[in-house]
């Protein structure tokens, strides 16, 4: 089925978002048991549906995602988030470019995707209409050569959809992995190819987590996209945004999981 059905209400801007309805819960964990940077446009965005979610790509690793109550959430968080304070942030450690140790004062959430004091982090929050939790992978690093917990996967549950941000992945998941998680329906997936994974075994978490919408970051420019696109062609749908900004709703996904390619790096 062509993106036009998923009716993306493309749109420009990242400004707050209007009031919002009820929302309808999600139920991510029913499988389980058992850079260029967004500019502002000078409108504001029509309010959103209840069952709807926009989704923003600021730039390398950080998505913008506002829910039908305006609550809006920076994923690895880095100071910036399009010219707004989000409600909530999330983090990683891999990198600088994941994190902020001097995030907004006006932040009410800030979640880190590790634990300063050792052992896993663990989240597990709802704001508004979103419930918000993680799943803690390993990262490289240290004197073991492993740094057992230092990465987060957040998902986001809000408006009937089951959102993942897979953040500084450092290798395919476990069955167990598999299970926390639980469904997806929308997955922000880093595809630069060294400072995560190979692309190969990138597209083959891509293909476990059976999401029906993966959306690219990390990826630094145009010619590492293009492999990754390349590669997605034999098992994903391809298309290609011609804007940052997207909004999804549960109801019109596309039918065959689908490669959506928003402008940015």
Avoid at 101 to 127: E, F
């Amino acid at each position: 089925m062509p993106m036009g059905r998923i009716a993306v209400l493309i749109a420009f801007s990242l400004w707050i978002v209007g009031s919002g309805t009820a929302w309808a819960a999600a139920d991510c964990l029913a499988m389980a048991e058992g850079p260029t940077r967004v500019r502002n446009a000078d409108f504001t965005p029509a309010a959103l549906e209840a069952d709807q979610v926009r989704v923003s790509f600021i730039g390398h690793a950080t998505f913008l995602i506002e829910s039908p109550a305006g609550v809006r959430i920076a994923t690895d968080y880095t100071g910036y988030a399009g010219g707004v304070v989000p409600d909530v942030v999330t983090m990683n450690r891999a990198h600088r470019s994941h994190y902020t140790d001097t995030p907004d004062p006006d932040i009410k959430y800030v979640l880190r995707g590790w634990n300063p004091s050792g052992g896993p982090a663990h989240h597990d929050l709802q704001v508004e209409d979103v419930r918000i939790r993680n799943v803690t992978t390993d990262i490289r690093g240290g004197p073991m050569g492993r740094v057992p917990d230092g990465n987060s996967i957040f998902i986001f549950e809000v408006a009937g959809l089951c959102i993942g941000h897979l953040g500084h992945l450092h290798h395919e998941l476990s069955p167990q992995h598999l299970a926390l998680i639980g469904r997806l329906d929308v997955v922000m997936v880093p595809v630069d190819g060294g400072y995560t994974m190979a692309q190969v075994n990138m597209m083959n978490v891509v293909k476990e987590l059976k999401a029906r919408l993966a959306i690219p970051m990390h990826y630094f420019g145009p010619a590492t996209l293009g492999r990754f696109i390349e590669k997605a062609k034999a098992s994903l749908e391809v298309e290609i945004s011609r804007t940052p900004t997207v909004v999804i709703s549960a109801a019109l996904l596309p039918d065959k999981p689908t490669l959506l390619v928003l402008p940015g790096y």
